[in-house]
């Protein structure tokens, strides 16, 4: 979803697609920023596994790995995205005056492109509950923030993952009960363009509702305010999400067990998922008709409580320590590595081309196998991650930008005409 600086030197093609660092304070740390790629990149393969991959219901090693990365990749890929929107607003110090409101633009007509585009990848009426859309309206809606200092973005972060989800449970139960949100919609430009649900979906209904991932988002502002290069932070920054992780699904899986009739209000409330793994898995399966008070108890993925938000924010943080630290300190792991961060460079592009190349084989060209949802369609995964990886990292070796993140950056030079 990143760009790359125009002014980058041919040996910086390994750098995040993201940065604009025409105007930074201090250029940051080639090994840092292939970190971010690096995680980045495994957020967008996570994402393959979970549109892809076999059914975990697999079991194993690779049913293991499956469930790890349902939900977690989206939310460490929207953690990135607030990350990334510092990055382009400037840092390690804000951009304030007409180059402040360049960045600000850039933001607001990148967020309008990836709103056109995340519609029209749903118009292809895939299975893949497109992020897109929600993306970009979470951009638009943290962009006010970007000044913030990282103790202010952490606070709004942690009182958003507390209060925002209990906003939704409300939210949502009105809409049970007196059904005005389907009086919003047949009034909702948006809706009718669309043919969605419009505004009401991506801030309340949908798979990402902007409500419960501004967290995410303003997460990553936070870690991208803190200088990683500093002794000992990227060490804090692991304990910290690790122990976000515990506390989000340890009390989950707590309260379920402690609560009276905790798991079998949400067995009945859910569509013939496994309750008993709702405090860390998507297999619970989704909500049928009503939300009950007891899924307020639940961690899964997508289950837009408290607890999720916590544990998938908290998995996030690890796994940008983790890369951070791999990058700097195993040169030999990192070369083995930058394959996976060359997608990270290209993520839009290897997202977008990922859809379109499920619609193409599913609903053109109707190749069965596809969807194949036992062991045997871990080749079909591995096929998609093989390509995505070879592509990304031949355009990358020659070329600045991904294919997709060129175009988004051409369409954002307008904005230095801003005054």
Same mark, same amino acid.
């Given at each position: 979803m990143t760009d790359a600086a125009s002014t980058a030197a041919p040996h910086q093609a390994a750098l995040p697609a993201s940065e604009d660092r025409?105007?930074?304070?201090?250029?940051?740390?080639?090994?840092?920023?292939?970190? #971010?790629?690096?995680?980045?990149?495994?957020a967008v393969l996570g994402m393959f596994s979970a549109h892809i991959g076999p059914d975990v219901t697999v079991g194993g090693p690779v049913g293991f790995l499956l469930e790890t990365a349902r939900g977690r990749s989206s939310a460490l890929f929207a953690v990135l995205a607030g990350f990334s929107l510092v990055i382009i607003t400037g840092r390690p110090q804000p951009r304030t005056g007409r180059e402040g409101r360049r960045a600000a633009a850039r933001i607001v007509i990148r967020a309008l492109v990836l709103l056109v585009l995340g519609y029209v990848l749903t118009a292809l009426d895939t299975d893949v509950d497109v992020i897109l859309s929600f993306y970009a309206l979470l951009f638009l809606v943290v962009l006010p923030l970007y000044r913030l200092r990282a103790a202010t973005l952490t606070l709004i972060a942690v009182t958003g993952a507390l209060v925002l989800p209990q906003v939704l449970f409300v939210i949502r139960k009105s809409t049970e009960r007196n059904g005005w949100a *389907?009086?919003?919609?047949?009034?909702?430009p948006l809706a009718r363009l669309t043919g969605t649900d419009g505004l009401v979906e991506l801030?309340?209904?949908?798979?990402?509702?902007?409500?419960? /991932? #501004?967290?995410?988002?303003?997460? =990553?502002?936070a870690v991208a305010r803190v200088d990683l290069t500093r002794? =000992?932070?990227r060490t804090r920054l692991a304990a910290v999400g690790?122990?976000? @992780?515990?506390?989000?699904?340890?009390?989950? /899986?707590?309260?379920?067990? #402690?609560?009276p009739g905790a798991?079998?209000?949400?067995?009945?409330?859910?569509?013939?998922?496994? @309750?008993?793994?709702?405090?860390?898995? *998507?297999?619970?399966?989704?909500?049928?008709?009503?939300? +009950?008070?007891?899924?307020?108890?639940?961690?899964? +993925?997508?289950?837009?409580?408290?607890?999720?938000?916590?544990?998938?924010? =908290?998995?996030?943080?690890?796994?940008?320590?983790?890369?951070?630290?791999?990058?700097?300190?195993?040169? %030999?792991?990192?070369?083995?590595? %930058?394959?996976?961060?060359?997608?990270?460079?290209?993520?839009l592009t290897a997202y977008v081309l990922h859809i379109v190349a499920l619609w193409l084989l599913t609903d053109v060209w109707y190749v069965s196998w596809i969807e194949d949802d036992s062991i045997s369609g871990l080749r079909?995964?591995?096929?998609? #991650?093989? @390509?995505?990886?070879?592509?990304?990292?031949? /355009?990358?070796?020659?070329?600045?930008? =991904?294919?997709?993140?060129?175009?988004?950056?051409?369409?954002?030079?307008?904005?230095?005409?801003?005054?």
């Open positions: 025409s105007t930074d304070v201090t250029p940051p740390s080639p090994a840092r920023l292939i970190g #971010i790629d690096l995680a980045r990149g495994l *389907d009086d919003f919609i047949a009034v909702d801030l309340f209904t949908g798979e990402y509702p902007v409500l419960t /991932w #501004i967290p995410f988002l303003v997460a =990553g502002m002794p =000992g932070i690790a122990g976000l @992780a515990l506390f989000g699904y340890g009390a989950s /899986w707590l309260l379920l067990r #402690i609560v798991v079998a209000t949400v067995a009945a409330a859910t569509d013939g998922g496994s @309750a008993a793994s709702a405090w860390w898995s *998507d297999q619970v399966g989704s909500l049928k008709d009503g939300t +009950p008070l007891a899924w307020l108890l639940v961690a899964a +993925p997508h289950s837009q409580t408290t607890l999720s938000v916590l544990g998938n924010t =908290g998995v996030a943080l690890a796994a940008i320590a983790l890369c951070l630290t791999v990058v700097d300190r195993m040169p %030999r792991t990192t070369r083995l590595a %930058r394959p996976v961060a060359a997608v990270g460079m290209s993520a079909v995964l591995l096929g998609f #991650i093989a @390509a995505a990886v070879l592509l990304c990292t031949l /355009w990358t070796h020659w070329f600045r930008r =991904g294919p997709l993140e060129q175009l988004l950056h051409t369409l954002t030079l307008p904005a230095r005409y801003v005054r």
